[in-house]
């Protein structure tokens, strides 16, 4: 973490170990920082997680289905179809005028368009390469989105935005069925299979790194 960035909050999409753990949650309790979750979630993470630890003084912060503060952000939740019996949630994050879209860990996007729509920096799920997934099967991966899905997602923003987005990362790759140049790759094509030109710089996330900082 950046420590001259300050950090007011940390979002939770849902409770996967993959995403949150007995470890990081002993480093937020030490930092003091709240953690918003979905009141769905919150039973969810004790049981998964807390493993007889009373983590008295975590700071967790619910969150129900309006927009809610963090510092200077409006952010708005949006449900995701995901695994069965956990909730999940993308963000629509606001500020002034500008608009992030953070999504990852769904199996279908046609209902959530509207969330992308207009959207200044996209951050979406490419988990995984078809192929790759035929030689390395996972049943878990129809719970996520392939990339040539992710690839007709951000085609159909296109169409229905009126400003596109400056910015797409790819996000939450799988380490066995994909690779950040195979996603970028993928998208690339497609888009310019369906004679589409792409209006935005395209990157995809390291899979045990940060990125690079995007500004907008």
């Known amino acids: 973490m950046n420590d001259s960035v300050p950090v007011s909050a940390v979002l939770l999409t849902h409770t996967h170990s993959d995403h949150i753990a007995y470890y990081p949650l002993r480093a937020l309790e030490q930092m003091a920082l709240p953690i918003r979750l979905h009141e ?11 493993s007889g630890r009373r983590f008295g003084a975590l700071k967790l912060a619910p969150f129900a289905n309006d927009v809610f503060d963090v510092g200077d952000f409006l952010i708005r939740p949006f449900e995701v179809a995901h695994q069965p019996w956990c909730a999940t949630f993308g963000f629509e994050i606001l500020h002034q005028d500008r608009k992030i879209v953070i999504a990852t860990d769904l199996c279908e996007w046609e209902n959530l368009l509207g969330h992308f729509v ?12 078809l192929a ?3 030689q390395n099967f996972n049943p878990n991966s129809r719970y996520h989105l392939p990339n040539l899905q992710t690839a007709e997602l951000l085609m159909a923003v296109i169409e229905e935005s009126k400003t596109s987005p400056k910015h797409v990362m790819l996000g939450h790759l799988s380490s066995h069925r994909n690779t950040p140049r195979l996603a970028v790759q993928e998208t690339t094509q497609a888009f310019q299979r369906a004679g589409r030109r792409m209006p ?5 996330a390291p899979l ?9």
């Open 132 to 134: 790759l997934l035929r």
């Open 40 to 50: 769905a979630s919150v039973g969810q993470l004790k049981d998964k997680h807390y």
């Open 208 to 216: 045990k790194s940060p990125s690079a900082e995007v500004r907008l």
């Open 118 to 129: 207009e959207a200044d920096f996209i951050f979406v799920e490419s988990n995984h390469d």
């Open 200 to 204: 935005f710089a395209l990157t995809a």
